[in-house]
């Protein structure tokens, strides 16, 4: 009975499933670098669809590359902000983050967390600059946007959307402690089996872990809330009344997570989330010719492709030094992403690379493994092409997805800050040799693939339908009208109790009543 | 920027998305009537694909017409029941429940549980005749077949598929309470927004209404806890191990729901349900030439399509007399499906027929109004081809779906049992000229319309998903294996507390011991 899955899926891409239709116009409030390269697989495909995309971003923008012609257009404002201030945030935030000692979450996070809100900070300045700049504001609402798509990750775009009076959608990783898809998306989470982003948690705790997943649940709460404070006055300034972050990112018509069901948990979802991880994957093409020659030159051994973050660029000599002597000695040759001084330890199967063509690497026939830091992007290639991965995570998402791929069987993780050389050997040897690993990246790659749509299409198309009827209003849950005491109906259930003790309250005392009346009757009657 | 959303589902239904594979063998366990209506159009497309079907039914079914040639396979086996018994059943649960005066809900709820639970009894009786029937059993198993698919409205599919060692699918409109799908499907059901089935409340609820809510919440609770123990005693006798109903229930890969979010209040949903409510719906075709031509004499007016639920055919003469004199009246001519004795005040703009091409006639552009039963099938007839309605509702879910169509402006509600001619006549004014019923029903239309994939093509793609990995465990969310208590995360908030009253009882003692020390000191010193 088995059916040729893909044969499904290349059908769907040939078969005009999405015909160019009529244009529209789309503003896109963009975060920064691997988020970037996400949302832009998306806005090519708009562009592609015929829609007329304008990337709204500051003077400081690390992503824009005006020496890069695209048919995308920047619509650049002017910030006090420099582009090495912003890069000089991301990256003490990243390194600290990396390279900081894994005591307890709550004592690195602490730790952290001041580096996080001085970024906030520095997006929601980027926001002010924008806003409250008239000419450029009035150049928008002239343009006459269809729809704001937005990374909430960096907020700023729901703003936009309601100033401009246009309909906007997310597309989202996560948040910290899932905190922005709760209470602006009503997306429910039950601690008992929904393990919170960055907890490295499965979906099958233990007692332990459940109480664990609960305090971040409790942790979390109370950081976002301090955290959009801020938020809530430049919004309530600019629009000239009182409002709040989280009101106006409720407002989201459709939210775009880059997840699925091969990478995440199975977890409650609400008609207007889309699970659309994945969705920048695409078939492997072809090699540099000398790339090509130096994969082929490993005989049946094959490849394995290593590449770490391109946010973390300072690696210590040691380091290095560790990872190329652990990699010179795997039979397999060696194709590594790195951009800094060569190791002394290099071994003669490694060769270095300032930039690999990652997809098509992994996509490579002869590809064993992948060592990777864990960004979300580089673990759904590796899901895309079914290479299992060893994990070296460093920052943000990375060692949950790393954690993911874990439970899923697709991969052994290490720490990268203390990992020796023969712990690297040996994860090595195990996902390459054992092939259960390889057995279920498949699995998680099959699962991928053998979808009704493809992720980008499912994209593109809930993108055009809010074009088309301004909004899609019909799957917005109830819930987002709701406060917290509502939503749990805590002010119901007190209702009830309260007249189930009233009730038991009188009936009580009607017996109380009763039975004295009985026993003085009957005391009565003794004495006559 | 609008496009034209139809030439999308056009394409893809050209496309050959889902092009014929290698054949599967599909096992059915159905429900009666509108249930089967529904579930006969996956089975026809199932057959259309390529895939083998067997529908496993008794000798009392009244769906099986052996004189229809059909594609579908039919295994009936032998039970003491009747046809009649069956159908009397039935008729006597669907009258009960239409006839009887509306009291409250928990009245006539009550007062019918007894038909309700003698209905169930009757499918457990057949559930037994099947699965202890050896031979049956045996041919079943050396069938092979790759899937079964079921409605849980009457249980036993599950059970087969447990004795048969193969993966089972579920297709459902609805359960009391949504018992099934939050007990064993895992879904959450926040009772503060999202209506109970049955209650007729919509999900913009007054405090009273979040209450009543609850309160219907609690009662099928329980209720659906008794009816289940008989279950559990043939599920474990069958499987020779102590088991449940919901035991096995929970093992479902997917939940087709037969609702989507055109019909239905936005609600969480988990990634193995699809809501593929309408997916029996179809263009419209010819009607048939003297049918047309009565249509046709309509004119500018238009017509009425006017059908009441095929299980009740008991109309009292005042009832129809009552209905046929506000027909007489509206400048429209009517149609209307009756086979009863002819009423007296029939007008002559209204043609009665023993049976109707409902879909055929719900899609010409002459049709104005529709003034139905309200049962799920016929509303989504009218929500796929626009059509505003007069609601009549009966039983089961009819009152309920009725209430879904007027909170979303399509419907007007009568009741059946009291109306006068007047009262119909009015809401059919008022559906008929109001142009808002009509914008509204337009609306649903496009939201219906306008869905990356068709809800057919969803199901069957599902099922062949199915059948493909042997089944979808990538899906189901881990709550299934947790108790009510751990899935609330009470034993975990007990934990907490229990930590927290500890600590602060330690505390307290500490700075009590400190503070008597203290002035203990300060005493001896003031002495001294």
């Known amino acids: 009975m088995p059916m040729k899955w893909i044969s499904v899926l290349l059908l769907l891409q040939l078969s005009g499933h999405f015909s160019p239709g009529s244009c529209g116009k789309v503003l896109v409030w963009p975060t920064e670098y691997s988020h970037w390269i996400n949302m832009k697989t998306i806005l090519d495909a708009l562009v592609q669809r015929g829609h007329e995309v304008t990337v709204l971003t500051s003077s400081a923008s690390i992503l824009v590359d005006p020496n890069k012609p695209s048919?995308?257009?920047?619509?650049?404002?002017?910030?006090?902000?420099?582009?090495?201030?912003?890069?000089?945030?991301?990256?003490?935030?990243?390194?600290?983050?990396?390279?900081?000692?894994?005591?307890?979450?709550?004592?690195?996070f602490s730790l952290i967390?001041?580096?996080i809100l001085e970024y906030f900070d520095c997006i929601q300045k980027l926001c002010k600059d924008a806003v409250l700049n008239k000419n450029l504001m009035r150049k928008l609402q002239e343009s006459r946007f269809d729809v704001v798509l937005a990374d909430p990750s960096g907020p700023c775009g729901e703003l936009l959307a309601e100033l401009l009076k246009i309909p906007f959608v997310y597309s989202l990783r996560f948040s910290f402690g899932y905190t922005i898809e709760k209470y602006s998306g009503g997306l429910p989470f039950p601690p008992s089996y929904v393990p919170i982003v960055l907890s490295e948690l499965s979906d099958q705790m233990t007692f332990m872990e459940r109480v664990k997943n609960m305090m971040y649940v409790l942790y979390f709460d109370f950081w976002f809330q301090a955290f959009s404070e801020k938020w809530d006055q430049l919004y309530s300034e600019a629009l000239g009344r009182p409002t709040t972050l989280f009101e106006l990112m409720r407002k989201a018509e459709i939210w775009f997570i880059r997840t699925y069901w091969d990478f995440e948990f199975p977890r409650p979802l609400l008609p207007h989330f889309q699970f659309v991880g994945g969705l920048h994957c695409k078939p492997a093409k072809p090699l540099p010719k000398e790339m090509e020659e130096f994969v082929q030159s490993s005989g049946e051994n094959g490849i394995v492709v290593f590449s770490l973050s391109m946010v973390v660029t300072n690696m210590t000599e040691e380091r290095a030094n560790v990872i190329a002597s652990a990699l010179a000695q795997v039979p397999q040759k060696?194709?590594?992403?790195y951009d800094s001084k060569i190791p002394d330890t290099l071994g003669p199967n490694t060769q270095l690379y300032k930039w690999i063509p990652q997809n098509d690497l992994l996509g490579h026939p002869k590809t064993k493994a992948f060592i990777t830091h864990g960004g979300a992007n580089g673990i759904y290639e590796a899901i895309y092409h079914g290479i299992p991965m060893v994990g070296l995570p460093m920052f943000a998402d990375q060692p949950d997805n790393i954690a993911h791929m874990k439970t899923k069987g697709a991969a052994v993780r290490l720490d990268f800050n203390t990992i020796s050389s023969t712990d690297l050997l040996n994860a090595l040897k195990t996902v390459i040799n054992d092939p259960l690993y390889k057995e279920n990246a498949m699995k998680l790659s099959r699962i991928h693939h053998d979808q009704p749509v493809k992720p980008l299409d499912r994209t593109v198309f809930w993108i055009e339908f809010v074009m088309r009827h301004k909004g899609a209003k019909h799957l917005r849950p109830a819930a987002l009208d709701l406060t917290w005491v509502q939503y749990h109906s805590l002010d119901v259930i007190g209702f009830l109790l309260a007249c189930v003790a009233t009730a038991t309250f009188v009936i009580t005392k009607c017996v109380l009543f009763c039975c004295?009346?009985?026993?003085?009757?009957g005391k009565k009657k003794k004495r006559e």
């Open 516 to 521: 004295r009346k009985f026993l003085k009757t």
């Open 334 to 337: 060696v194709i590594w992403r």
């Open 71 to 108: 048919a995308i257009q920047f619509e650049i404002f002017p910030t006090s902000l420099t582009k090495d201030d912003f890069e000089d945030i991301l990256m003490r935030l990243t390194s600290k983050w990396t390279y900081m000692p894994k005591y307890t979450f709550w004592t690195y």
């Open 113 to 115: 967390q001041d580096n």
